[in-house]
Structure formats: structure tokens, C-alpha cells
């Protein structure tokens, strides 16, 4: 991958997900894994499926149909590593607002592990004019990671942890994690977080961060309306590693709390009578629906 890879003109990149031959297993979630940590209470071998779309997103095709789009982004928390895809918080908040608004909701999840907070803004510029969401929920990760193009253009995610991980940019890597300091970390996070809130102004919008205590230092900055408390750790998922069924729908409750505040029952139900679902979402230009502007002021 490389730099035009990360910035097509005018469409999506595809995703760098990897899943097994049979959709069973995917990262950390292997099925030598799972034997290994003797099963799991609630989840056995053939109780998850890893469908992706043609751009290998954990979601529907981007071309579906629906009174209401969402996009749910984030790192591996977000793409559900070992857990079903009915058990995520986004699709749990989706589920609840098609029975809420009795209307039809697609939840487009452009999640991807090891990713880092440059990816979720970049893919949120490339995705939302073309997407056109209702409702965006962003799960902020770790703050040190980051996005990093090397000499001979080639894409490095460069996540502190993983260098060894993978030999061919180990040397960058230690040379990038050098450089780095918690006081920088944040002030890459400030830029990314402000481009988000600028892109997104007047739509319905929330976000959380995975460890607060990272931001610390430029948590004024942020908006209080828009943020979701931090969530309680209540299980893993299949792999021993990621969050659990429970834990997600704390998360998923959360957000619906800061929604509710925002009144944004009432605001999408005010797209679904306006008949949105007729307007295409996929038009090439950076507009938004006119409706989804008046309502969301």
C-alpha cells in the first residue's frame, strides 16, 4: 500500500482486514488461540462469522439503501474482533434506532485493527461525502499510534508494540518510537480531532476515547456535548483480549446517552418524514443533504 493507495480521489480505500479462508476466525481470534485458552464461556468455534463487503469492511456494501446511514470507526474495538457482529456497540446503537424510529438503519462499520486516530480522521474526510451519515460514532484508540509513509512510499501503521511484529519496518519503528513523547502524542491528536470536528459540524456526532487518561492534557479542548464517558471493562471476547459482549453494550449506552441529550431521536425522525431515503447518498461532491443540515442545527 501507498500513498494513493490512502488518498483516492474520489472513492473509499479498500480496508486491510484478514480474515480466515472460512470467515471464522480473524486476528488474535484464531482457532489455535481459542484452544489454547480452553473455549471461551460464551462463544464457541463456529459462533462468529467475519463477513466483509467488497472493500473488505466488516459492513454492507456502501451502495445500501436506507432511511438512515450511519458510520461507526475506530481500531480492532470497533471491527469486533471476537465477538458476533450483532454484539457490537454500533450495531447494538443501530438496532435500537430502527426500533425507535421504526425505519430502516445501515450501520456502515469502517473499523480496522492496529489502525491509529490519523486513519479515523483521514478515512472520515474520504468517507463522509461520499457516505452522506445521519450519525457517526467515533472510538478514538490508543494515541500513540500513527500513519507514516516511508521513503520508498510504502504505508507503515506504526503501532508502539508491533515492531517486531513486523521485521520490515522494525527499524523504522524504533527509530519513529525515538521521537516520540506523550506531549507530541498529543498535539498529533489535537489536529486530527479538530479536522473531525470541523468536517462534521451541525451532523449528529459522538466519540469516546479508549484511555482517558492519554488526552489528559487537552481534554479542554474537546467538545463535552459530543463525548461518551469512558466505558467499564465487564469481559472479553473470544480471543481473551478484546472487549466483551457486555462491555459493548456499555459502550453502546453511552453513546445513546449522549444522543438522547442531543434530542436525536427526534431529529432523525424528522429525515425519515422528509423521505431522505429517496436522495441518493453516494453523489461525488462534499454537500450534504439539505435536510440532514436544517435538522441538525
Request: proline share 4%.
Amino acid at each position: 500500500m501507498n500513498l494513493n493507495d490512502l488518498l483516492p480521489l474520489s472513492t473509499i480505500p479498500p480496508a486491510e482486514n484478514h480474515i480466515s479462508t472460512d470467515g471464522k476466525w480473524c486476528y488474535g481470534d484464531s482457532e489455535s488461540a481459542y484452544r489454547k485458552n480452553g473455549g471461551h464461556p460464551v462463544y464457541r468455534e463456529g459462533d462468529i462469522d467475519y463477513r466483509l463487503n467488497s472493500l473488505r469492511y466488516r459492513c454492507a456494501e456502501f451502495d445500501t439503501q436506507a432511511d438512515i446511514r450511519m458510520i461507526s470507526i475506530g481500531c480492532s474495538y470497533t471491527f469486533g474482533v471476537g465477538l458476533p457482529q450483532d454484539a457490537l456497540y454500533h450495531e447494538l446503537f443501530a438496532e435500537r434506532l430502527r426500533t425507535e424510529l421504526k425505519a430502516s438503519v445501515v450501520n456502515w462499520n469502517l473499523g480496522s485493527g492496529a489502525v491509529s486516530n490519523n486513519y479515523i480522521a483521514r478515512l472520515l474526510h474520504l468517507s463522509v461525502p461520499i457516505l452522506r451519515p445521519h450519525v457517526i460514532l467515533i472510538f478514538f484508540t490508543h494515541i500513540a499510534r500513527r500513519e507514516y509513509v516511508t521513503l520508498d512510499n510504502r504505508v507503515l501503521k506504526y503501532h508502539p508494540n508491533l515492531g517486531d511484529v513486523h521485521p520490515i519496518f522494525a527499524d523504522i519503528a524504533r527509530h519513529f518510537q525515538a521521537l516520540s513523547s506523550k506531549y507530541n502524542d498529543q498535539l498529533d491528536f489535537y489536529r486530527d480531532y479538530k479536522s473531525i470536528q470541523a468536517l462534521l459540524s451541525g451532523q449528529l456526532w459522538f466519540y469516546s476515547l479508549y484511555r482517558e487518561t492519554e488526552f489528559e492534557d487537552i481534554s479542554g479542548h474537546f467538545d463535552p456535548s459530543r463525548r461518551a464517558e469512558c466505558f467499564q471493562r465487564l469481559d472479553l471476547a473470544r480471543d481473551h483480549s478484546h472487549l466483551g459482549p457486555l462491555t459493548h453494550q456499555d459502550i453502546c449506552n453511552r453513546y445513546w446517552e449522549k444522543f438522547a441529550s442531543l434530542d436525536g431521536v427526534n431529529k432523525l425522525q424528522q429525515v425519515v418524514e422528509r423521505s431522505c431515503r429517496d436522495i441518493s447518498p453516494h453523489r461525488q461532491d462534499s454537500t450534504f443533504d439539505p435536510c440532514m443540515v436544517s435538522t441538525f442545527k
